[in-house]
């Protein structure tokens, strides 16, 4: 670190850090007013020292804004730090965090970029005052800290006061609060807790969600159904949420996403496209193993079809040309063949369909992109056959070497074969973008069928749907109006698609509000569904224990003791006049699976016969319970 004092801040060289042409005025968020109120209770000595400190920290926050300004992510006063053994504390000192978001700089690495803007934000502490002691974090040095497991400075900002924040640090806040809160209470069942969204991405403004992921381990699940287990943490998790928004004056900004962990198997198998955003861009603030091997194998594309996946066998060929180029003699015929067998494999999974054997590829290229979609050529085709079959022939023996001239004509055609192959991705990715948008719509619709279903509206047809949905849901004010705003640019989009005048744009826009319209459609049909299979259910009561029957259309299911570990369960046919048939043993599996195919919760209309019925089951004692 120099000793030397700076004439005037000079920008770090090589970094791209350059101060903006206007400056725009932060407006005071809910947090600093609680803080400040909070001041003007404190004895008046206090309120004099803490005014001196925040006029330093003020100027020193306005020179670290004037000479890096977007950059800084936030600044915010530490609780004082530890002495070292056997010294006093230094009342004096006041420990700062500047957060420096360090995703646009290219032309140096991170520890030189760190070493630069380190001395030159503690130069500018050590003008305005010597006991100014900045600790200047790089944004990624901070997320590789989460992926290490080491939490230690998330702990740290969520105890530190705010001076300037551009939304980073009150999403790693209230994030830390909210999940030490979490794990307090449920700590056996959570496996990963995850920061993701767009503040992740780089793509956050101060009004952007603050979406948190939560995986819920539910492989020692006895006392209850994995769905039952879901609901149950999932709302009071959602209720912690709003507690931690409270306690850190950062309100209504958490967006809490909660998956059970074989939710998360199921949609890793089938490759979901939200569980690999959510791997590629999320920090974990907590994981027990679950998450990170996961990414790992994300960003080593080793999931797949995924885009990482992709870009890996579209990369590969241009790095095998070279080392062809540089070992013709060693290496020969071997390199070329997977230079241009795993571009074409990649161009096949991103169409969509799954890397095929190595004879296919040819075929499936000439059928796929030359005949039904007319986008390549056939000689291209035929260039990769001829590789295939050659690297066969010396592979059998039947070709015994290969010529210097043959290999230089395989290299020419092969660099050919790989500049089509990199304009074919384009071509693709065009068409699966228009696509997208004609899937995105189909999706919505079935949503909104689903939830006129189950508000009991059957048998909707296809030009009634969105009217229905506008006057029975956003007109009663079951669902905001905002999501009918979004359904009508979707809409238009779709219409621009079956027109051809779809732009770029508009895909982007519509990927984003499909997104959380979906979200929020199938968290309602997910709380509506809850509530009408409590109807389905009659809870009881037989001595100390407490059962519970569920009636799903034609069968009943009997829970005989429901705080059990290990749940006895049984079932019977419920007859036309509302008796129960003959009673049969049944296990949770059963339970499950029969509470998995019921789309609606059927209306239940409980009949006298059945009181003699749980009489039997349960014993003469037995008390039904209402409104439990």
Known sequence: MTKEKEKAPKEP?????????????????????????????????????????????????????????????????????????????????????????????????????????????????????????????????????????????????????????????????????????????????????????????????????????????????KKMTRAELKDKLRAIIIGMGIEAGELTGIRNKLNIQVYILTDFWDSLREANPVIFTLLRDGVPFYDRGIFMPWKQLLKMGKIKPSTEAIDMFMSSGEQMLKRVELKLKDIGMEDIYYAVLTPSQAALMLYGIPPPAPRETAQLMGEIFVKKEKLLEQKHVDFLAKSIQIRKDIEHGTKKDLTGKEIDELMQDADKFLKRIKRLFTQIEKIKEEESVKHIYETIVTVIRDILRLEGMERVKNEEIIKLFETEMIHLGKIP???LRMLHEIIKAKQDYDEGKLSKHEVEQVKKDSNEFVRFMVEYLQRKRGREMERTKIRVKHGERYGEVLLLEDTAYIVHDID???????????????????IEPSNIEELEKALAKIEIPPKVFIKEPIFENLKEIFGKDVEILVNY
């Open 13 to 221: 060289e090589g970094t791209g850090y350059e101060k903006p042409a206007e400056e725009g005025k932060e407006k005071e968020d809910p947090q600093q007013q609680a803080i400040a109120e909070l001041e003007k209770k404190l004895p008046k000595d206090v309120q004099e020292k803490l005014k001196k400190i925040k006029e330093k920290l003020d100027t020193f926050k306005d020179e670290i804004l004037k000479k890096f300004d977007k950059y800084i992510m936030g600044i915010a006063l530490l609780p004082p730090p530890k002495p070292e053994e056997g010294k006093p504390v230094d009342k004096e000192k006041i420990s700062v965090l500047v957060l420096v978001d360090d995703s646009d700089s290219t032309k140096m690495n991170k520890f030189e970029l760190k070493d630069k803007l380190y001395t030159i934000i503690d130069n500018i502490a050590k003008e305005i005052d010597k006991n100014i002691l900045p600790e200047t974090i790089i944004l990624s040095e901070h997320w590789q800290s989460c992926y290490d497991g080491k939490y230690d400075l998330l702990q740290l900002i969520a105890m530190g006061a705010p001076i300037h924040d551009g939304g980073m640090l009150a999403a790693i806040k209230i994030a830390e609060v909210h999940k030490t809160m979490v794990l307090k209470k449920f700590e056996k069942y959570i496996v990963s807790y995850v920061l993701a969204g767009s503040l992740v991405q780089g793509r956050a403004t101060k009004t952007s969600d603050i979406d948190v992921w939560i995986a819920i381990d539910d492989t020692d699940v």
């Open 481 to 483: 109006e905002k999501y």
């Open 564 to 582: 059990k570990e290990d749940r006895e369960i049984s079932k019977a046919k419920i007859n036309p006049d509302g008796s129960l048939g003959t």
